[in-house]
């Protein structure tokens, strides 16, 4: 049913809407794999991404979104999809953790996942944990 307000409270949580690429990245055998929802290879196209990522530790899988900063520094998907032909500085917005050091996080509360991203990532006032992936 559509609504006028969003619900407030304790109870509720938001994130904001990043114009991306959902990906999910995992280091297994000391190698950074960056993959599309398709499971197309993202490790290619996104150099960048695979490189800032390689401090994962080993056995980590995380969940997150690609995202390319126009020259205002808003998010912009025809940048993104330009990558290749513009400067413009990519990063990689991390939303959740779903393995951490071989361990199943996936069982955890939100709350919980969300104290991990704040331990092992930069929150640059987003509210998301983010890697810095510039050219």
Known sequence: MPTAKLPEGDQWTYEIKWDGYR??????????????????????????????????????????EIVA?????????????????????????????????GKDMRGEILAARRAVNEAHWEDRGTGQRIVSARR
Do not use: C
Request: net charge negative; aromatic share 12%; glycine share 10%.
């Open 23 to 64: 990906a999910i990245a995992f280091k297994g055998g000391g190698k950074v794999h960056l993959r599309s929802r398709n499971d197309n290879d993202f490790a290619l196209r996104y150099p960048g991404v695979t490189e800032a990522l390689s401090g994962l530790p080993e056995d980590t899988v995380i969940d997150g």
């Open 69 to 101: 900063l126009d020259e205002s520094g808003r998010p912009s998907f025809n940048v993104l999809q330009n990558y290749g032909t513009s400067q413009a500085p990519v990063f990689y917005y991390v939303f959740d953790v779903l393995l951490l050091k």
